[in-house]
């Protein structure tokens, strides 16, 4: 894969997710989304994690979401949270903040896994991003006990499952690849 466009990674990351996480679990993902949504699996369809348009960004963004989230929450249309859209007040901004925390850090090892810069996301244009990405670096050392515990399984069995897409791109060097701007933190 030389040249890889955003929608063939995004792809990329639905095929993966399918083989490793998607049939053991009765769930897909779905790009081309105008929004990220989650729905349950119903008795005649799986679980759908849709995420927004071909980014990757987004892709794996709703994975991270889906991988945290336990059993009462995955059968619960978005997890059962509510969702506020930017412009937010300053304390509707902390609680997003602390919201993202686990799913963005996350997140962003799912990207390091794929060879991806990461971008935290406010979802807000007004807020300040440089403190989250703080505090998203200094929540490594919780995300890792997290990963280590068995509530992390899926994760890491999805980083693995990334590291050996990576490792197939560059048998076939492409340009470097980097998350596009963040439309979503669904």
Known sequence: MADITDAELADCIAQTFAQTLGR?????????????LYRPA???????????EDYPASALHEIAHWCIAGTQRRRQEDFGYGYIPGPRNAENQDAF????????????????????????????????????????????????????????????????????????????????????RRADDG
């Open 97 to 180: 903040f602390e919201s993202e925390l686990h799913t963005q850090s996350l997140e962003r090892v799912f990207a390091q896994a794929l060879g991806l810069e990461f971008q935290p996301s406010a979802d807000n244009l007004e807020a300040d991003i440089n403190t989250f990405a703080q505090a998203i670096e200094a929540h490594t050392p919780t995300l890792q006990d997290w990963l280590a515990s068995s509530a992390g399984a899926r994760a890491r069995i999805f980083i693995l499952a990334l590291e050996r897409v990576r490792e197939r791109i560059a048998q076939d060097p492409p340009p470097p690849l980097a998350l596009g």
């Open 42 to 52: 119903t008795g005649t369809a799986p679980a759908t994690l849709y995420f927004r």
């Open 24 to 36: 053991e679990h009765n769930a897909q993902l779905t790009g081309g989304a105008l929004e990220p």
